[in-house]
């Protein structure tokens, strides 16, 4: 989802948000240093396969993903990271890596870590390597119903 559907969706759905230009970044935590804004409150979307299905697990970028405890509470008995050749056609109009956790969008279900949605604003990548979205965290939660279980943990 390129920016400008970004934003089209949000405006149709009348949500408040901003837009962040930054240089050009690839990971989170890369993002959150260019941007000045704490690893804990940038969002990742980690692409996950379970049971086979492609999911988005949403949590900071100063996280990594227990991915056996997602699988235990979301009840699925395997649970890895997708390749990118499993979900680069679900995503046709991102740049690979900067995907929205507009699961909703991309007939996904979405994860989301209790750390994160604690938050009053959520910032993610805009589908572009140099642009993220800053939005109330209420208002995605509204937009994408995702399910809000603790499966963060610290980067060590």
């Known amino acids: 989802m390129s920016l400008r559907l970004i ?5 149709k759905e009348r949500v408040k948000y901003t837009v962040l230009s930054h240089s050009p970044a690839f990971t989170a935590q890369e993002i959150a240093a260019a941007t000045h804004i704490t690893g804990h409150r940038v969002a990742k979307c980690v692409i996950l396969s379970m049971d086979g299905e492609l999911a988005i697990a949403v949590l900071p970028a100063s996280c990594n993903v227990d991915l056996d405890l997602l699988g235990w509470i979301a009840g ?10 499993e979900f680069r056609d679900r995503f046709p109009d991102c740049e690979t890596g900067a995907m929205p956790p507009f699961g909703n969008l991309y007939g996904m279900p979405v994860f989301v870590s209790e750390e994160l949605a604690a938050e ?12 993220l979205v800053q939005m109330a965290y209420s208002d995605f939660e509204r937009l994408v119903r995702p399910k809000i279980i603790e499966f963060a943990r610290p980067r060590i």
């Open 7 to 11: 934003r089209d969706y949000l405006d």
């Open 76 to 85: 699925a008995e395997r649970v890895e990271l997708a390749t990118e050749a």
């Open 120 to 131: 009053e604003t959520i910032t993610f990548n805009g589908g572009t390597h140099t642009e």
